[in-house]
C-alpha cells in the first residue's frame, strides 16, 4: 500500500500545517466533520454516476465506490460522534465545514452529460490525492488508534477506487487516458484556485459589507427602530393595495 | 391557457404546469438534481415539465413566480436595520445571498426561458400557499389558514376562498400575522435548540414530543405570547434569527429551558437531559397546538363555514393538523399532498389561472401524482446486466407473491407509475413491510432508513378499513388522505400493529381510496387475504438524507446499497442474489500494475 499511496510534494511540504491540526482535539474534530461530509456528498454524486452510465461495468464499479465512500462519511461521523462525547470543554462552540467554499463532493463535476472517460479521470486524481493525504494523516493520529484504524481501512478502499478509475480510464479512452488524467489534474489545479479566489473574494465582500453597515445604516436603522415601536403585533388586516397587488410586480 | 408555476431559493424548488386550468405535471428540483431540500432555481424540474407537456418556453402564456422578491428583500433589510447593531455579523451574508441572485427572478426566468418579461409574474407567498390548498381540494367555499416560517412579510394569514356560479373563483387573505411573529419560526427555533436540521428536521421535533410529557408549558408559554385577537407575538428576547445567521435562539432561551443539545449528542430517553428534550418537544407541540385551535375556532366562527384548507410549512405537522379537525369546529379539513414551498408552484401557477387571468374554474383531479413516470423496462434492463434476478409477472401474481413475502417479514421497494408531489411516499415511491412486528421497525431503521429510533413509521390502509382500526373523527379520512392526520391506533389493534404504532399509541395514517392508487388497493387486498389485515408500513423509497426516488435506476442503487428484500415497479420484480463477494477483488489483480503506470 505503501508504494501506492505516497503523498504529493505539496502535502508533504505541508506536514507541519497538518501536524497543526491533527494535534488539537477539536481541530481533529473539526476535520473528522468535514471529511463526513465530503466523503457522503461524494458518495451520492458517485451514486449518481451509477444511475445514469449506460455502462453496466462501470455501473458496478461505481455503485461499489459509491457504497465505499458512504461507508467512509459513516465511519467519520461515528468517530466525529464519539470524539464529540469524549469532549471535556463542551461549551466551546464548534465550527464545522470547511473556510473554503465549494469542495462538497465532486460539486466541481457536473454528473449529468459528463463523458464516462472525463469522470474517471477525475476521480482517479481525486483518490489518488486523497490517498496520499489520508497516509499523512494516519501516521498524525497514531496518539488515537480508532481514528488511525479508520484511515488504514480508506486507504485500502483507496487502493481499489485509484486502480480501478485507472484501469477503466484506460478502456474507455485506450488512446487518450493519459491526457485526460493530466487534463483532470490541470483542472484541479485552476478549481483550487477558484475556491481561494473565491474565499479572498468572499472575505473582501464581508469587509466591505460591513465598513457599509457600520458607516451608512446607522440613521436608516434608527428610523427602523422608530418604525417598529408603533407597529401592532397580533392580526393585521390585509390592505386592499396589498390584496390588489399587480401580478407584474415584485414589490 | 399554459401557466408555469416556479418557487425556489428557500426550501426545496419546484416546477408545475397548469394546462387550461388543470394541472398536470409538477415536481420538486430535488428528485431530478438527487440533492435534498434542492432550493436552486428549478431548472431540471421547468425542463421536465416543459417537456413531458411537449411544450417550448414560447408556448407559455405565463410563468409565475411564487412570492414578490424585492418585498421580501425589504423585509430582510428590514431585519437588518431593526436589529443593528448586533446584526453586524449576519448582515453581510444575508446581503450576499439576496443580492446574489434571489433579486433578480425575472431576469433568471427570462434568460433561462427566453420569453418576454411581461409574461412573467407573481403571487404573494402566502396567495399560493392559500391557492394550492383552496384550488386543489374538492370544496365550493372554504375558510383558508396559512402558517409557516415566513413569506415576504406574513408568517400566518386567515381568509376565506368561494367557488361561485359560473366559474369565477376568489381567494380572499384578509388578516395577517407578520415577520418575525411567526408559529413556524418559534418551532424551527426549537428544532435548531433540540440539534436538528432547521427547514428539514421539523418533523423530528414532532416525533420526538411523542416521548415526553408537556412539564415545560409555562416555560414556554413565555416564548409566545397570546393575544386578545387570537393572534401572538414572540418574545423577542428568547430569540436571535433577526440578528445573527449562526443561531436563532438567545442566552435567555438557554435560561430559560436548559443547555441545548449538540447534533451529534445521542438523544438517551432513560438519561435527565434526554427527556427534557422530549419534554421541550411535547411542550412545544402542545403550545402550538393551542394557537393553532384558537385561530381556527375563531375563523369558524368568522366565516361560519364547515371547511378549512390549511397550507404552509406549519400544515406538515399531523398531530396539529388531527387535532384542528377534533377541536375547532370544521367538518373537513384539506392538506394539499405538498403543503410546503414546493407547492406554492403549483399553487401560484393555479392561482395566476383563476385570478390574475379570471379562468373559469376547473375541477383538480384528487390526487398527489404529478411527477415523473417510472419506465421499469429500465430496471428489467439493469438488473439483467448485473445478474440479478428479475421477473416480469402479472398484478395478480405480483401481488400475491409480495403479500407472501411481505407476511414471511421481507422488505418491499414499490415504484408504480407517476411519483408523489410533496415530501409523503403515498404509494407510489414507497418502501413496504409487515405493520405487525416491531423487529422489523428496528430492521428497518438499522438497514435501510438508518435513521433515529424514536421516528416512527406510517400505516397504510384501505378507506373501507381504516375506522377499525384507527380511531379517527368524521373527516380524518380526508385528512389522512395525503397522510396528513395523526390518529390514535384503537387499543385493542396497538399490539398487533406494532411497527406503525407510536410511543404514543397513534400513527400517521394514510388512508387509500382505490380510486388513488388501484395498484396499491389490490396489494392491501392481498395482504387481507393473506391472512392479515388490509394495512401495510409505509415509509418513503429512499435512504436518510437522499431524496425520495422518482426513476427506476435510482430505486435500483437504492435497493442494491440496501436492505430492501424485493424490489418492484411496474409489471417488473427484482429480487436479490447473496453477494458472491466485492466487485473490487477481481480488480485487486490488477492495482499493482495500474498504480505503477499512474
Known sequence: MAAVTHSAPLDRLMRPLHHWIWSDRDRRLRKLLTFADVETDGGRD???????????????????????ELHHGDLFRDRSAALWRARSGRRRVLLSGNPLPGGHGLDDLKIEGEPDHRLLAFLHVAEKSAAGR??????????????????????RDEVFHMNYTYTQLARV????????????????LWNRYLRVAAALAGVA???LLALMYFVVLPPFAWFAKRAERREAAGFLSVSRGRRDAAPRSQY | MKILGISAHYHDSAAALVIDGVPVCAVQEERLSRQKNDARFPLGAIDWCLVSAGLEPNDLDAVVFYERPMLKFERILTSA????????RSFPHAIKNTLGEKVWVRGIIASHLGIARDRILFTDHHAAHAAAAFLTAPTARAAILTADGVGEWATLTIGRGDRRSGGVTDIALQQEVRYPHSLGLLYSTMTAYLGFNVNEDEYKVMGLAGYGRPTLLSEVRKLIRRLPDGGFALAPEYFEFQTTAERSYSAKFIDLLGSPRHRYDPIDLASPDGQRFADCA???????????????ARLRLQTGLDDLCFAGGVALNGVANARLLRESGFSRLFVPSAPGDAGCALGAALYADRIYFRNPD???????????VVDASQLARAAHEDNQPVSELDDERINARVADEIAAGCIVAWMDGACEFGPRALGHRSIFAAPHDESIRERLNRDIKRREEFRPFAPVVTAEAAHRFFDMPAGGERLARYMSGVFPVRAEWRSRLAAVTHVDGTARVQVLERSMAPRLYALLEACARRGGVPILLNTSFNIAGEPIVTHALEGYTTFRRSGID????????????????????????????????A
Open chain 2, 362 to 372: 376547473r375541477e383538480v383531479p384528487d390526487h398527489p401524482f404529478w411527477g415523473p
Open chain 1, 205 to 207: 465582500g464581508n469587509a
Open chain 1, 46 to 68: 458517485i451514486l449518481r454516476a451509477a444511475e445514469v452510465t449506460p455502462d453496466p461495468l462501470l455501473r458496478r464499479l461505481y455503485l461499489e465506490h459509491a457504497i465505499d
Open chain 2, 282 to 296: 411535547a411542550s412545544l407541540q402542545c403550545v402550538l397546538e393551542d394557537v393553532l385551535v384558537d385561530i381556527a
Open chain 1, 134 to 155: 489520508f497516509a499523512i494523516y494516519r501516521e498524525l493520529v497514531d496518539d488515537d488508534p480508532a481514528t488511525r484504524e479508520i484511515f488504514e481501512e480508506i486507504l
Open chain 2, 81 to 88: 436595520l431593526r436589529g443593528f447593531p448586533r446584526s453586524w
Open chain 2, 566 to 597: 424485493l424490489l418492484v415497479a411496474g409489471s417488473t420484480v427484482v429480487s436479490k442474489r447473496a453477494p458472491a463477494g466485492k466487485e473490487s477483488d477481481a480488480w485487486s489483480s490488477s492495482s499493482a500494475a495500474a498504480s505503477t503506470v
Open chain 1, 173 to 188: 479512452a485506450p488512446h487518450s487516458y493519459r491526457r485526460h488524467v493530466w487534463y483532470a489534474r490541470a483542472k484541479r
